[in-house]
């Protein structure tokens, strides 16, 4: 293996890892749990739309719901059973929000459906795989869950230099990655070659951090020699957060990705180990995405682990499993401390993005009280964007939104690094979630505000053109009345007129209406001749319209 | 904190905090100090308890008056460093009030009238420094040689409290200019620099400190030791201290080797005065400097320059207190406009341009 040459990312942190102790042993299965809470979004897009009713019965790897819009991802049934209900459950969400979920009650058979694999992919055109692996529901399983399928389309506009994957795993306490590199080196280089193969990508490289040696040792020895030469697995210095998709790219290629844009704009694609090998059994076993590896973790429990784990089984079986009971001095995070969230109940399901329970004392890791800040530019040393999180902190505080935008509050990734040196205790990232959200409800008032007032527009002209109208009218029967009186015909001579007069109306109206036709321009010959028969017809129909009113005329 | 509905991540926190920090400097300045109370013996021991302690008191009074608790900012340690610089900055036998108004402007008018911690924009200390300068002359300027405590001319524990504080002791005995204002003096009056110099300046005495000069100020290498600690332990960055040190070395150098005769070299001027103890713990004054480093090179370069001019044009013998303060007032606009550069983004704020893979010929 050659020597790769590696950059620096600005800031950053060098954490204590915690993660030997969840690494002691191997990977071990969750069992089947009694009820399954699968819910319908656990990805990042348009939430999936069920397709099963309470009371069905499914089999494993049934799609429980289908993807709505491109940005979506479906929903399959983890083990066989029967659905008991379809309803707003607990689901882990930084909001605390419940959401919809299809509770499966298994039925301990676990059996599959009938599987599509597909032992050679090369048989498969980039399209078609792309296909199997929306299909299969796979998401980013590094956390933030977008459906892998739009990031391995390149698109027609771009071709890819170099596919990255991602076994940086930054955060502490997480070994989900770290155990899945160890136990199946080879199943993640398998998938690969297919994201490879769906990217037409020239290169790959597998990152990896320098504190997981056994993982980059197995991994090198699992690439085969002609392989070698196209995918280079690369050490990468342990700094919190490298495993951050801007981060790694910074620090593999020395490029930044823009502001803005996305790594395809700049010929890379990156995707987490985990998400590799989800490819790999979508795409060779016909296995869609229905389990994933858990970290089971924290220095208060006896034995962290490492668990495969169904997706849709509820915390609170995981805890039962490892005997473990949750007590009120206990804090229970899903991810890992810098980026993890509070989870509101101990019934949430582990869902595709799932990557650790984390246990914390909660004395041991409360935030001390907040005090005012004192300037000492700590968070901007340390900020991997780059920004100026004291200056995002006072306006955003102030909720001065445009001043904090002009800060490029945008640019935040949200990765706790300001907030964790911060001598003050600030809770910064909650000031810039705050601020962040704001903006966006202002953006969709602002929407809403927009369209009221087209709407309220668009009434007062319609009220003032029937106003105009009415009057048209009146004067027209007036000028008729007139007319009627002057000549001295009858009023049934003036409705006649009347009558004649709105009958000219919409033949002129018609008339014009024909006049002006659409898309008229560089029509090929056939559409001319449709076009022609079309207006034949039409000619025809108006010609027996005005046959049968002048035979009523007559009448 | 108004708006936090939620608890959110980061679930963990670096060992820091205010008290932490304001500590550690005030454990790098012990060496200095300690020296320093030695140095002027029981007089100064008393203007330093006297100074701290106001300002002590200064602040619980400020903050009960604001309406805020006392106690968590009272012991955040900012108020007491602050008393603690200004001590370090005044003539070691100054009478007890001079320390109480001292610390009362430093508190008060400079910091809490702000709205308190961080929100000053003038260094507390120096702001207390100038206005005393200015207001009381005499007794701002009465130096004297060392005379360490216990050594037999060293007033004993009842002269000192006489010393600090009743009135009309008469300091003639003992008071002795400090090297920047004796070098002032005797410029001025058109003597040379060669034959000015010889008999009281010498490095090593300027490094140990056994010299006129205020009550912290005078041990250059003490200082320097205690700044090296704040680099190590990174309270602070090194971009200041040496931006401040560095423009002021060259300047002396590049006026020096002009005319050797009126300018003297860059030594002089790192190792005298408040030069050191400046770069280290006052223009790095958390809350009043720049955040970004290239802001900081420039704010220190600015002290750096300020002081030589104050010092070798200006009226006044010594300039680190008006120069911090200059700086101090265009903190805000250079944090305005030295910006770093975001990632993704060119210094001006705009997104870098990406170059189109395909125009470039590396499509398939």
Request: aromatic share 8%; glycine share 8%; hydrophobic share 40%.
């Amino acid at each position: 293996m050659t020597s790769q040459r590696l950059w620096h990312f600005f800031g950053g942190l060098r954490l204590a890892g915690h993660k030997a102790m969840s690494m002691k042993e191997p990977v071990k299965a969750a069992p089947i749990p009694k009820q399954l809470v699968i819910p319908v979004q656990q990805h990042i897009g348009s939430a999936a739309e069920p397709i099963v009713k309470p009371g069905e019965r499914v089999l494993k790897g049934q799609m429980l719901a289908r993807a709505t819009e491109y940005v979506s991802a479906p929903i399959h049934a983890s083990t066989s059973g029967k659905v008991v209900a379809i309803e707003e459950r607990p689901v882990p969400h930084p909001s605390g929000l419940p959401g919809l979920c299809i509770v499966l009650e298994s039925d301990g058979e676990d059996r599959w459906k009938e599987l599509q694999p597909h032992p050679d992919y090369t048989e498969l055109d980039p399209s078609a795989l792309r296909n199997v692996i929306r299909d299969a529901g796979i998401v980013g399983l590094g956390g933030a869950g977008f459906p892998s399928f739009i990031k391995l389309n390149p698109g027609p506009d771009n071709s890819v230099d170099t596919l990255i994957l991602n076994g940086a795993e930054c955060e502490p306490y997480i070994t989900c990655d770290a155990m899945l590199m160890q136990e199946h080196p080879r199943r993640i280089i398998d998938g690969l070659l297919i994201m490879k193969h769906a990217l037409r990508a020239k290169q790959c490289i597998i990152a990896i951090e320098d504190n997981k040696k056994v993982a980059h040792t197995l991994l090198v020895n699992a690439l085969h020699e002609h392989e070698a030469e196209f995918i280079k697995i690369v050490q990468i210095p342990t700094i919190y957060p490298t495993g951050g998709e801007k981060q790694l790219i910074k620090v593999l290629t020395g490029k930044e990705i823009p502001s803005h844009h996305l790594p395809i704009n700049l010929g890379i694609i990156c995707h987490n180990v985990a998400t590799a090998v989800a490819v790999a059994d979508a795409v060779e076993l016909g296995k869609p995405l229905i389990s994933r590896i858990v970290t089971f973790t924290g220095e208060l429990l006896s034995k962290p682990c490492n668990l495969e784990v169904l997706i849709g089984t509820p915390f609170s079986d995981l805890f039962d499993f490892c005997h473990y009971q949750p007590k009120e001095s206990e804090r229970i995070l899903m991810g890992g401390p810098m980026m993890g969230f509070i989870i509101p109940d101990n019934h949430i399901p582990v869902i595709k993005t799932t990557n650790c329970i984390l246990v914390q004392d909660k004395q041991k890791t409360s935030r001390p009280p907040a005090m005012p800040c004192i300037r000492c530019g700590r968070c901007a040393d340390v900020c991997p964007a780059r920004l100026l999180p004291q200056q995002l902190y006072w306006y955003a505080h102030a909720k001065d939104f445009d001043k904090v935008q002009d800060y490029h509050l945008f640019d935040c990734i949200e990765c706790g690094c300001c907030a964790h040196v911060c001598p003050s205790n600030i809770p910064l990232v909650q000031y810039y979630r705050f601020a962040k959200t704001e903006i966006w409800a202002q953006e969709r008032e602002k929407k809403k505000a927009d369209l009221a007032r087209r709407r309220h527009e668009f009434k007062l002209f319609r009220l003032e053109r029937k106003k105009q109208e009415d009057e048209a009218r009146k004067r027209r029967k007036k000028a008729l009345l007139q007319k009627a009186k002057d000549t001295g015909g009858t009023e049934k001579d003036s409705k006649k007129a009347e009558i004649e007069a709105a009958l000219a109306r919409v033949k002129a109206k018609r008339e014009q209406q024909s006049r002006q036709r659409k898309n008229v321009e560089n029509l090929t010959p056939q559409q001319q001749q449709t076009i022609e028969a079309v207006e034949e017809r039409r000619r025809r129909l108006r010609n027996i319209g005005t046959t049968e009113s002048t035979d009523k005329d007559s009448d | 904190m108004s708006h936090t509905p939620l608890f959110s991540a980061p679930h963990a926190h670096q060992a820091t905090s205010i008290r932490r920090t304001m500590w550690l400097v005030i454990l790098a300045l012990l060496p200095a100090t300690v020296y320093g109370l030695y140095l002027f013996g029981w007089p100064a021991l008393n203007l330093f308890v006297v100074t701290v302690a106001s300002a002590l008191l200064a602040e619980a009074f400020s903050l009960r008056l604001a309406g805020k608790a006392v106690k968590p900012f009272l012991f955040d340690g900012s108020a007491l460093l602050t008393g603690w610089l200004l001590a370090l900055t005044l003539p070691p036998w100054a009478p007890w009030w001079i320390g109480v108004v001292g610390a009362l402007l430093a508190i008060v008018i400079g910091k809490q009238v702000f709205g308190g911690i961080g929100q000053n924009l003038f260094n507390p200390a120096m702001v207390a420094r100038v206005a005393l300068l200015i207001s009381f002359p005499l007794e701002m300027t009465t130096f004297l040689t060392p005379l360490p405590m216990f050594s037999a001319n060293a007033p004993s524990f009842v002269e000192g409290l006489a010393i600090s504080f009743s009135q009309g002791i008469n300091l003639d005995a003992v008071s002795s200019a400090s090297l920047l204002g004796h070098v002032k003096t005797e410029l001025g009056q058109g003597h040379l620099l060669p034959d000015v110099l010889t008999s009281v300046y010498d490095l090593k005495t300027l490094l140990s400190g056994n010299t006129p000069g205020s009550l912290g100020e005078t041990s250059a290498l003490l200082i320097l030791v205690g700044g090296l600690l704040l680099l190590f332990l990174r309270i602070i960055s090194w971009h200041i201290p040496l931006a401040m040190l560095g423009t002021l070395a060259m300047m002396a150098t590049f006026f020096h080797w002009l005319d050797p005769a009126h300018y003297p070299d860059a030594v002089y001027h790192l190792f005298s005065g408040a030069a050191m103890l400046g770069a280290f713990f006052i223009a790095t004054d958390l809350v009043t400097s720049p955040v970004t480093a290239r802001g900081q090179l420039l704010f220190g370069a600015g002290c750096g320059l300020l002081v030589y001019i104050i010092r070798t044009w200006a009226a006044y013998p010594e300039g680190v207190a008006f120069a911090v303060l200059l700086m101090n007032a265009t903190t805000p606009l250079i944090d305005h406009y030295l910006k770093p550069r975001i990632y993704g983004r060119r210094r001006d704020g705009s997104p870098l341009q990406h170059r189109n893979r395909l125009s470039e010929g590396g499509g398939t």
